[in-house]
């Protein structure tokens, strides 16, 4: 059984930073890894994919500020973000695929964390 589970999330003031973390119970390299969202009332949406070949694609709303990389020796996969606005609250997953290039398409993704809430208030 493959488990994800994030950590890192929180209240925090527009303008500030938060690391989300998420732990995986099987090795992350290797293996497209990506960070969703949530907003109140939307759809999930693709923030930024790992490739299994190191590559990162973000999605246009969080180029610049957020960064995507893993850490091999500890199957975790981190999501930096800076600069952070209202407009980025929402509840943020951890997914994880096989084999493949970076890709913010949810249907690519067969492992899916709970979830983690990140609210930014102005």
């Known amino acids: 059984q493959v488990q994800l589970v994030e950590s890192g999330g929180g209240s925090v003031q527009a303008g500030g930073s938060l690391t989300l973390s998420c732990a995986s119970s099987?090795?992350?390299?290797?293996?497209?890894m990506g960070w969703f969202r949530q907003p109140p009332g939307k759809n999930r949406e693709g923030v930024a994919s790992?490739?299994?070949?190191?590559?990162?694609i973000y999605a246009d709303a969080v180029k610049g500020r957020f960064t995507i990389s893993g850490e091999d020796d500890k199957n975790t996969l981190y999501l930096h973000m800076t600069a952070l606005k209202p407009e980025d609250t929402a509840q943020y997953y951890c997914?994880?695929?096989?084999?493949?290039?970076?890709?913010?398409?949810?249907?690519?993704?067969?492992?899916w964390g709970q979830g983690i809430q990140v609210t930014v208030s102005s």
């Open positions: 997914a994880a695929s096989g084999l493949g290039p970076p890709t913010l398409s949810s249907e690519r993704y067969g492992f």
């Open positions: 099987i090795p992350i390299s290797r293996r497209r």
């Open positions: 790992l490739g299994a070949d190191g590559s990162t």
